[in-house]
């Protein structure tokens, strides 16, 4: 690694995106991502699609818990 840099011709914001959009990795304990992955292999479909079923009937049960 250099002592110094040079960053006079440096360009603020270069590869700033307003709209950028982030997947957050998660990470799952290895019961539940054996589970998950049993419930997947079943169903015949990914890992992503039954964690996003399982969470979106969490917040629907959760809405009508709270209203």
Request: no cysteine; charged share 35%.
């Amino acid at each position: 690694m250099k002592r110094e840099y040079d960053f006079s011709k440096g360009e603020r914001g270069k590869f700033y995106q307003k709209d950028a959009v982030f997947n957050i990795p998660i990470y799952l304990e290895p019961e539940v991502k054996t589970f998950i992955e049993n419930i997947a292999e079943k169903k015949k479909k990914n890992i992503q699609d039954v964690v996003n079923s399982i969470i979106r009937e969490n917040i629907k049960l959760s809405k009508t818990l709270s209203a």
